[in-house]
């Protein structure tokens, strides 16, 4: 039978080749019958087996099952695609892998078309969930306590059962779609934001722009930051990769071809990563 909805998004769980330029090109349906999303279901896990040395390391085939029949039960006739999009992401996140997910790259199209999203670029540091940017009253630097009446560490814990890694480590991936992720969550604009300035509590209300405009002030953030991967060639013909953060697979890609290229090209000895 032709699978209407994993074969199209399941992309760095089997080979890696999708990049987020092809992820562009789909256009997905806006809804699936609940037999089509059982018959992506069976694919999925069956793909996974098929090309994963041990799917099962971190949940037993059984207790997947179980967790999987669970869902099935209580599907709907009718599943729109946003739906299967967590449906499909919460059982990978079972697996407890960072690289077993649906790519979240073939919504771009989706996303993009969304009018009213979270205006604030997100960040984690010691104090807490910050804005990057200033919008409004808001300052770069104030840290974020709750959106529409909810905790941001509320929020943040619901969404990442969509994510296999640890919290400590998909926090970022999380807030990188933050926007995307309350608009799953019917969160929406205005956002009425409960905030932290020098210890002093602020409350305001926001509106939403447009994702386009959110991804071109998160951009903006990202380039005025240090670079999360340099490379240099030591004294010693050394080289020396400096690797912080894996932020933009993309542009990752071409570092690492540019870089050993340079390595071949130098003849150096050796690497420090």
Do not use: C
Not at 201 to 214: A, F, M, P, R, S
Request: charged share 25%; no cysteine.
């Amino acid at each position: 039978m032709k699978i209407k909805f994993v074969s199209i998004v399941l992309s760095l769980l089997l080979t890696g080749q999708l990049s987020a330029q092809v992820m562009k090109k789909y256009n997905l349906r806006s809804t699936f019958s609940k037999q089509e999303i059982v018959e992506d279901i069976d694919y999925m896990i069956k793909s996974i087996e098929e090309v994963h040395p041990n799917p099962y390391h971190s949940i037993s085939k059984n207790n997947l099952m179980l967790f999987t029949d669970s869902i099935i039960n209580n599907l709907p006739d009718s599943v729109d695609k946003f739906s299967a999009l967590k449906i499909f992401r919460e059982i990978t996140a079972k697996y407890k892998e960072g690289h077993t997910a649906l790519d979240l790259w073939s919504f771009h199209n989706d996303i993009s078309k969304f009018e009213k999203v979270f205006p604030l670029v997100l960040v984690k540091d010691e104090h807490g969930i910050i804005s990057e940017n200033k919008y409004n009253d808001i300052e770069a630097g104030d840290i974020i306590v709750s959106v529409n009446g909810k905790k941001i560490e509320n929020i943040i814990s619901s969404i990442s059962k969509y994510y296999g890694d640890n919290l400590s480590f998909s926090i970022n991936y999380i807030l990188d779609m933050f926007p995307f992720w309350l608009e799953m969550e019917h969160i929406y604009a205005p956002y009425s934001i409960h905030y932290k300035r020098n210890g002093k509590e602020k409350q305001t209300v926001l509106q939403g722009i447009n994702y386009t405009d959110y991804e071109h002030n998160a951009q903006n953030n990202e380039n005025n930051q240090d670079e999360d991967y340099t490379f240099s060639i030591l004294d010693n013909k050394i080289g020396y990769i400096n690797f912080t953060a894996f932020q933009n697979p993309e542009k990752f890609r071409d570092f690492s071809r540019a870089t050993f290229d340079t390595i071949k090209k130098s003849q150096l000895i050796g690497v420090i990563l």
